[in-house]
């Protein structure tokens, strides 16, 4: 049983393009993130949503909007894609209450996106 | 601010010990964590340390944290084959955010 699952797994498009990337847990958790990694493997934080309410919205392109239908489903548009979006783009889930620090959190295996 | 260093590389032989250091600057951190992350796969949590602790160990892995110098290292005793991975260490900071490294590449030869 996956705990955190994203698709699609790999996703190759052309600049200008309009896509999304799901993310859904069963975990049971209160908090999604969506991260990026780019080519250098650095990491960063781009969103996150507690019960469906957005509570982390970083430096990111208003072309990126993050909606969750639910509090198990995390999904990401991006409208007018460019080639700087290339990159592996990762869900996570945490508990709000318990695990360690209230911030264990569980990561999906991640999407890769390559703009064209 | 909110950032943490890590050296990009470490390469190994089997069987020694591999020790990767991390440096983070908010001094706010409550939490701080150690994720490892194989080719082609999601990160996994590996281990943490809560902020006012100086050690933490499970099995083999040792966490060592100096919160004046803002200093976090882990060691993995015994360094295997299947320990090639990238690791990352994160600070928890304040709304629950984590700021990761760059990540450390371990490479480890038999």
């Known amino acids: 049983d996956t705990a955190v699952s994203q698709t699609p797994k790999y996703l190759v498009t052309q600049m200008g393009n309009d896509k999304s990337i799901k993310c859904e847990q069963n975990l049971g958790h209160d908090t999604m993130y969506w991260y990026k990694q780019d080519s250098k493997k650095f990491l960063k934080i781009m969103f996150s949503y507690n019960n469906k309410e957005l509570i982390i919205n970083e430096t990111v392109p208003n072309r990126f909007s993050p909606k969750s239908p639910d509090k198990a489903h995390l999904n990401l548009h991006i409208n007018s894609l460019e080639l700087g979006d290339s990159a592996v783009y990762f869900c996570a889930s945490s508990p709000t209450s318990g695990g360690l620090g209230d911030n264990e959190q569980f990561f999906g295996p991640g999407t890769r996106l390559t703009v064209l | 601010g909110e950032d943490v260093e890590q050296s990009l590389f470490l390469s190994v032989r089997e069987g020694d010990s591999s020790v990767i250091n991390c440096t983070y600057t908010?001094?706010?951190?409550?939490?701080l964590y150690w994720y490892k992350q194989e080719p082609g796969a999601g990160l996994q949590l590996l281990t943490y340390?809560?902020?006012?602790?100086d050690m933490k160990q499970d099995q083999r892995l040792t966490v060592l944290l100096n919160k004046k110098d803002k200093h976090l290292s882990l060691r993995i005793a015994d360094t295997q084959t299947g320990d090639s991975a990238i690791y990352f260490c994160?600070?928890?900071?304040?709304?629950?955010?984590?700021?990761f490294g760059q990540g450390t590449e371990l490479s480890v030869k038999p």
């Open positions: 908010d001094s706010s951190s409550t939490y």
């Open positions: 340390i809560f902020s006012n602790m």
């Open positions: 994160a600070e928890k900071v304040g709304g629950g955010k984590l700021i």
